[in-house]
Every structure is written in C-alpha cells, then in structure tokens.
C-alpha cells in the first residue's frame, strides 16, 4: 500500500498574557509574568538558564501540568486562541526519556495509541500510523516489538505516535538529552522532515543550541527571575546575548567553555587488562588489552550498545570478565590483583565507578548523609570526614543542599553529588560513566576543570562518554568502540 | 521465557491465535470452577481426557506443549505426593512412619489431586501461551467493557516490569560501588527494595505524564485501533469448556464418586 505524505495540520498560534506558575509547596514562581505571542507555523527555540522555567511553560503549554492542587497560576495562556489547559490533542509533547515513553508493546499500536484516545475512527487511525512511521524515518512492521528499538528510534516512535493526532503545536522538551550523537541527528532530522510536510508550531527546549540553529527561526531567552530576556531571529540573539546566554549555561555556538589547562605529567601503571572480554550474557567485545596510568584520562566512546558502560563496569571491579582478566597491580596495595575480588570497602578507596543514572547509587535520604557513606564504610573519624566532605561540597556547588534529598536535586546537580560521594574515600582510579550528562555549558565547565585538577594531582579517570567536548579537554586517549566488535585506540592529538 | 517473549508472543496463523483472549479466559474458569467443587478421580479422569483430544488442535508442538506445561506437571506431582503423605487417613494403611500415613483413603485422594491440577492447569496454560496482553487489553475493555482507563493503564505498567531487572542489578552493583556490600545483607536487600520501589514509582508518573499527553484520560470517548470481536469461535470455546464441564460433573455424579467440596 502506498501511503500518502503526511497530512498538514491547523498551525496554532500561543499567547501568554501574564501568565506564570508555582508549584504546590514552593516559594518561588517557575514562571512569572510572562508575556509572549508566537504566530501559527513558528519554530521556536526556547533557552535559559536552569531553573529559568522552560520546562515548566512546555509543559503548561502540553496541559499535563495538572489542576489546582499541583500548583498556582497567574495570568492566562492561550492556544489557538482557547486556554492552554483544554489543549490536549491538539498539542504535542516529546520528553526527554526515550523509555517512559514508549506505551504499548507494538510500533503499530504505540503510534495509534494517541488517535483512540482522541476517538479518531479505525480505518483513519491506521492510515495515520502509516503515514507518521514513514514521516519520521521508522518504517518497521507494524507489529515490530517496541522493547528491543535503540534510543534514537524510541524518540522517534514517541515523534510519530505525537504527530499522527495531527498537533497544530509540536512541544520537544530536550527531545535528543539522552541520546548517542548518531541519535541526536536521526531525531533532528525527523523533526525537519515532520514539520515540512505539517507546518506545524513547533517549542523546542534544548541546551545545545547547535543542533537546533538550522531549524529554527526564532530564539526565545526566559529569564530566571520572570519574563523574556531576549527575543528574535537566531542570528540576532545570539550575536546580541550570545556571551551573556553562555555566561548562563547555555551552549552556545562561539562560546563554547574554555578547555582548562593540564600539566600532562603520566605516571606509574594502575590497571591493565590482557585480552579481555566482557559482555552481560551475550559478548559484547573481546581482546581488549588497556593500560591505565595515573595522572591521565582514558575516554571509551562509540554507540549505544557497544558495550561501553558493561567495560566500565568490568574495570571498576563491579562485572566479572568474561574471558582474559583485568589487573590492577598498581591499585592492589596488598591485596590480589582482580579487582573484582576485593571487599566492597577495600575496592572504595581504590577505585570510584560513578553509575550513569545517579539515582541507582543514592542511599541515603540527605546530601550529607550520602556523602558520609564511603566514609563510615571505610572507618574515617567524624573529622577526617568533615575536612574532606566540605570542600567537596564547596567545589561542587552543593554546600546549599546538604540537607536536601538526592533524590529531589536536578539531574546536574545529582550528577555532581555522585561524583562526589566517590571522591570522599580518594580513589586513586575513577570511573566515570557520561560524567557530564545533564550539565549546563558553566557547571561542565567546572566539573572538568574539577577533574583535570585531579588528573593533575595524580589520579587516574576512566570516562564512558558520548560527549566530544569532554573528549577533546580531558582525553589523552580515546578507545572508540563500535557495535560489531571493531575498536579504534588512539592518541587525543593536541 | 523473557519479559518480550510476555508481551509480545509469536503471532500464529493456527485457529487458537485468532480466539479472542477473553473467551479462553472464560473457558479457562469455567472448567476450574466446575473442577474444584469436588475432589475425586472421575471428574478429573473425564476432564482430562477431554482436554487431551482438544490439545492437538491447540497449536502447540509436542515439544513446546511439554516446556511450557512442565511447570504444571511439576506442580501436579509435588501436591500428589505431598497428600499421598500426608493427606487424610482412611482404610488399610500401607506404610506408617513418623507423621506419614499412606493409606488406600491418601492414595485415592493423591491420584485424585493429580488428575485435577493437571485438568485446571494444563488447558489454562495452553491457552494462555498464546494471549497477546495487548489484545486481552483490548477484550477487557471491548468485550467484558470494564474501564479502559483501569485496562489501558495496567498495560502500560505491565511493560515497566521489564526495566525492574535491570534496575535491581544496577542497585546491587551501585550498593558493592558504595563501599557498603560487605555486612547487613538483610538491611541492604529492604534498602535495595525501597530504592527499586521509588525507581519504579518514578518511573511510572513519568509513564502516565507521556500517556496524559497524548490524549490519555481525557473526557472525549475513546475508539479502539483494534477490534476486539466476541463471534462463533469464541461462542464455540465456551460452549465446549461447558460440555466439559458438564460431562465431567455428570459422570462423576451418576457413578457416585461426587464429593462436594472436597466431601465435608
């Protein structure tokens, strides 16, 4: 069957007239006072600093922000002219985790969940699937499982089972975060194609202004404190607030954050591996022989599924090898040299693993709390423990959230707290797994400045990373990876 | 069997995969119930051997029939054994040692066990193996009507038990990464089982905010992408779980073995 284009949708204008929000139990507005018009078929990036509200309006903007007793709104905003809260269907929304999104078991269902809940009739239903799975470059089987697709296709399985309910307004809330660089442009791409063929509105809230810079014709800046900041073509934000938005966290193309200096001075042999190969169930990679040195920084990259993190793991002691062996002769101090051997509290004060998610590591109900965990676990006195918790927390900007839950930090802020906790007991080694994942343009910035400190001091990282900035600042080796086995080592030339 | 294998089981073309899941639901009740209101070995013999006919247009290789059932027969053997024990004493007893009593009363009512959870078990999984989750959803909500909020809901849910895994291996490897794996297994495992308990729950509001965003919950009335029919197959299924039922209750009665829940 050929299916036809995609069909174009009612472009929808959005009006803000003083509108802002607080959420129940908070003091201070996300938004406030915001005024704003954004005409029918516009494409929108929306920028500021974390914390600025940007989420708060995509979702308003989607009607999932809940009723009065979720929070409190001000002003009003509008959607094609009607209030934002009846918007259901006639908006979009994409987020962030490809995995809470996907719905039903099947492409073909998940797509044509939206249509049934808006009561659009069978026969429409699926010529509408059709349509939006071709529209976004996701040509599968209808009946193809949804569990087994990799990130990039996932969000755009959540793109299509969105544009299939024909929205006149497309609301992407940093749509391609959690993706593999590949990911990111397959997502971007779709999006281009989607909105081509249905003139849609389109929001985006993104941080790195680069991937989204072709598509857009419009910058929106929120500022933190209520309001816009600034407004305008692409080209005449950024050239007008291009330092300031950069000074604020936001990635933006031309003021990128600085490299920090290295005093590369290698040092002695911590940890190697002879032919080793890993794997959870099947085999991921084989062979890998890897030397790890105090004082520099070995990067592994490459796609989603390539075994990346599972090496990391390997090497922090956490995963037995599943052929060859991994040696930490230089880390042993005593004991034997597999690290996989060792005690839980005698592997915390010789190698740190930093989780990619943070929230599987956190067991404790305050920042403090988890900060003293290694701590006690290794016998530190309550002194020792304080001399070495405080400038951490100094460093890492938590010292106002020592009595917070980690688990209510936002996802910078828990990426920091997890690397802190490791860093309590001085692991000589450190594995990180995407260590600046979540970060805004300044918080990196001082996270690898942080690091490059302790790569300068001597101690050794090992980072599991998709991010090339990170890369071209901290590497002095890069260990791509690629889903058929294949490894490419190479020297960071500088 | 993994968690796809669950969600998604091969789609076949033999006449079971077109039955729609809520008749083999109520087929499936129909001989229990019939089946539990007495224990002995006539009812279940005439069950069975009923069944057994029916089991080779199930769409099962022999095969498959014996690694999906095994569970079953397992079952069956451990309960039959147990009573053979155990159960209720009554006539000449045969061997007699500690709290053991096998007796001709034990051995009639272990044979009898036998026969029944194979005759309730086999045929509810031999035709659960082939409900789609998705479409026994769909019958739920189409067919039996009950809330589709509730139906749809759980399905949703139902695909996050997969990530639950997952989620515990990584919390166990975070826990060793900690420094804090060595002592207090007993502590660790709640504090682990809290932790997946707050993945999960987050993992669910963010599930239900993509749901709600899609139209989810909303007060338009809701049409269904695929149709969930309750015609002859179905009506032909059910009527035979009766036959069944009704042949098995009748024997057992007209040669007097009927005891009424479990002969009290």
């Known amino acids: ?494 | 069997m993994t968690t796809a294998d669950i969600l998604t089981p091969p789609a076949g073309t033999r006449a079971i995969h077109r039955i729609n899941p809520v008749a083999k639901l109520a087929a499936t009740a129909v001989i229990g119930i019939a089946l539990v209101l007495s224990i002995d070995w006539v009812s279940a013999s005439v069950a069975l051997t009923c069944e057994a006919v029916l089991f080779f247009f199930a769409g099962l290789g022999p095969r498959q029939f014996v690694r999906r059932t095994l569970p079953v027969a397992v079952a069956a053997l451990f309960a039959a054994a147990t009573i053979l024990l155990y159960g209720r004493a009554s006539g000449t007893s045969h061997w007699r040692f500690l709290l053991v009593n096998v007796t001709d009363g034990s051995i009639e009512l272990s044979v009898a066990t036998l026969l029944r959870v194979l005759a309730i078990g086999l045929p509810a999984v031999v035709l659960f193996v082939t409900v789609d989750p998705t479409d026994l959803a769909d019958g739920l909500a189409q067919v039996v009507r009950l809330p589709s909020r509730f139906v749809l809901g759980a399905l949703g849910g139902l695909r996050l038990v997969g990530l639950f895994a997952e989620d515990w291996k990584s919390l166990e490897l975070a826990r060793r990464a900690r420094g804090i794996a060595d002592r207090g297994r007993l502590r660790r495992f709640a504090g682990q089982a809290f932790a997946l308990l707050v993945l999960s729950i987050r993992r669910g509001s963010k599930l239900a905010t993509a749901m709600e965003a899609r139209g989810f919950g909303s007060s338009i009335p809701r049409s269904w992408a695929r149709e969930s029919r309750f015609g002859w197959r179905e009506g032909m299924l059910v009527a035979l779980a009766f036959l069944i039922a009704l042949a098995a209750v009748g024997t057992s009665v007209l040669t007097g073995h009927w005891n009424f829940l479990a002969g009290a």
């Open chain 1, 1 to 494: 069957m050929s299916s036809p284009p995609l069909t174009p949708a009612t472009p929808l204008a959005v009006d803000a007239r003083g509108w802002g929000w607080r959420h129940a139990g908070r003091e201070d507005w996300a938004v406030r006072a915001l005024d704003l018009r954004i005409e029918p078929g516009e494409r929108v990036l929306l920028l500021g600093a974390s914390g600025a509200g940007k989420s708060t309006l995509l979702q308003a903007l989607a009607g999932v922000l809940g009723g009065d007793e979720e929070g409190e709104s001000m002003g009003e905003l509008l959607i094609g002219g009607s209030a934002a809260t009846h918007a259901r269907g006639r908006v979009g929304l994409v987020l962030q985790d490809p995995d809470s999104q996907v719905v039903l078991a099947r492409v073909g269902d998940d797509v044509a969940f939206g249509c049934e809940n808006m009561g659009v009739p069978r026969e429409e239903i699926w010529l509408r699937v059709e349509q939006s799975l071709r529209a976004v470059g996701l040509p599968l089987p209808l009946r193809h499982p949804t569990s087994g697709l990799s990130g990039g296709q996932k969000q755009r399985l959540a793109l299509a089972g969105v544009i299939a309910m024909r929205p006149g307004l497309l609301l992407l809330d940093e749509p391609t975060a959690n993706l593999d660089p590949e990911g990111v442009i397959e997502v971007r791409d779709a999006v281009a194609r989607v909105l081509d063929a249905s003139g849609s509105t389109l929001v985006v809230v993104e941080h790195r202004v680069d991937v989204w810079w072709p598509l857009v014709d419009r910058v929106i800046v929120l500022s933190p404190g209520g309001g816009v900041l600034a407004d305008g073509t692409p080209e005449h934000v950024l050239r007008r607030e291009g330092a300031a938005l950069a000074a604020s966290g936001v990635w933006v193309p031309g003021h990128l954050p600085q490299p920090p200096k290295r005093s590369r001075r290698p040092g002695e042999q911590l940890l190697h591996t002879d032919a080793l190969a890993i794997g959870r169930g099947p085999v991921l990679q084989t062979g890998l022989d890897l030397v790890v040195r105090a004082g520099e920084c070995l990067a592994i990259t490459g796609p989603n599924g390539a075994g990346k993190t599972t090496l990391g793991l390997t090497l922090g002691g956490l995963l037995p090898a599943i052929d060859g062996r991994v040696a930490a002769d230089g880390l042993a101090g005593g004991l034997g040299t597999d690290p996989l051997r060792w005690k839980s509290r005698e592997l915390v004060t010789r190698i740190g693993s930093v989780f990619q998610d943070p929230e599987h590591q956190f067991v404790s109900g305050t920042v403090a709390g988890e900060l003293a965990v290694g701590a006690r676990a290794t016998g530190l006195s309550v002194a020792e423990t304080a001399r070495r918790i405080d400038p951490l927390l100094e460093r890492l900007r938590l010292g106002h959230l020592t009595a917070a839950n980690p688990f209510t930090l936002s996802g910078g802020e828990k990426r920091r707290l997890s690397v802190a906790t490791v860093l309590v007991t001085r692991p000589p080694l450190l594995v990180l797994d995407e260590p600046s994942f979540g970060q805004d343009a300044r918080t990196w910035a001082e996270l690898v400045a942080f690091l490059a400190e302790l790569l300068d001091e001597g101690s050794s990282v090992v980072a599991v990373t998709h991010d090339a900035h990170l890369v071209d600042a901290l590497a002095d080796t890069e260990l791509r990876m690629s889903r058929a086995g294949h490894l490419l080592e190479s020297r960071v030339p500088r």
